[in-house]
Nanobody, 126 residues
Framework: QVQLVESGGGLVQAGGSLRISCAAS????????MGWFRQAPGKEREFVAT????????YYADSVKGRFTFFRDNAKNIVYLQMNRLTSEDTAVYYC???????????????????WGQGTQVTVSS
């Protein structure tokens, strides 16, 4: 079992930055594909970013590419999502997930993941 706990969400002005984190207990995160998803009010949960297991290779949704950076701190068993140039469209609850491994492809679907955090709210004011 993997327990995931997100933190770092909050209120930020448009154009600003925020870093959210996901801490794990129970297993070593470097052995898992990790993902960030988000869900805005009235919308379906959508893929944001993923990082491959035992790797630093990342893949991003087009909507966040160039603005968001997903990275690991294996020593702390934490993953981070650095979010820059935020807009109101980024307002959502952000969820961390762990799954895989998935040889040969990035994990971009919810069904690719076995473990989920409780979510952290990110609100961008315009």
């Amino acid at each position: 079992q993997v327990q995931l706990v997100e933190s770092g969400g909050g209120l930020v002005q448009a154009g600003g930055s925020l870093r959210i984190s996901c801490a794990a207990s129970g297993r070593t995160l470097s052995n898992y594909a990790m993902g960030w998803f988000r869900q805005a009010p009235g919308k379906e949960r959508e893929f944001v970013a993923t990082i491959r297991e035992s790797s630093i290779r990342t893949y991003y949704a087009d909507s966040v590419k160039g603005r968001f950076t997903f990275f690991r701190d294996n020593a702390k068993n934490i993953v981070y999502l650095q979010m820059n140039r935020l807009t109101s469209e980024d307002t959502a609850v952000y969820y961390c997930a762990a799954g895989g491994p998935l040889p040969g492809r990035f994990a971009t679907r919810s069904v690719d993941y076995d473990y989920w955090g409780q979510g952290t709210q990110v609100t961008v004011s315009s």
